[in-house]
Nanobody, 125 residues
Framework: VQLQASGGGLVQTGDSLRLSCTSS????????MGWFRQAPGKEREFVAV?????????YYADAVKGRFTISTHNAKNTMYLQMNSLKPEDTAVYYC??????????????????WGQGTLVTVSS
């Protein structure tokens, strides 16, 4: 079972990026799906979640609300994170994750789901 995140890179302030997350072995629509990030020296934090399992969401962290959009494409078994108006403080490794936890709307713990390997987003000022 694998989650594969991709799409990261080096961009400038104000640019956009779209991250993708696919899975071999898991049907994303059967889970609550989310994006998290971890900046250097900081704890991993919730970014955005959505659920095709329950039909709920999306929900966003305050820091990204209005700039980031989480979406899914069931036929492609893929989840996306469209990131616009990027800021240097968005620099982090971004992880996709799946969970069946009943509490998911503000994220979940590392031991409560499946995780991808992460993709690095660097925003230069």
């Amino acid at each position: 079972v694998q989650l594969q995140a991709s799409g990261g890179g080096l961009v400038q302030t104000g640019d956009s990026l779209r991250l993708s997350c696919t899975s071999s072995g898991l049907t994303l629509s059967m889970y609550h799906m989310g994006w998290f990030r971890q900046a250097p020296g900081k704890e991993r934090e919730f970014v955005a979640v959505i659920s095709r399992r329950s039909g709920g969401g999306p929900y966003y962290a305050d820091a990204v609300k209005g700039r980031f959009t989480i979406s899914t494409h069931n036929a492609k078994n893929t989840m996306y994170l469209q990131m616009n108006s990027l800021k240097p403080e968005d620099t982090a490794v971004y992880y996709c994750s799946l969970t069946t936890s009943v509490r998911w709307t503000t994220g979940w713990a590392r031991d409560s789901g499946f995780w991808g390997q992460g993709t690095l987003v660097t925003v230069s000022s």
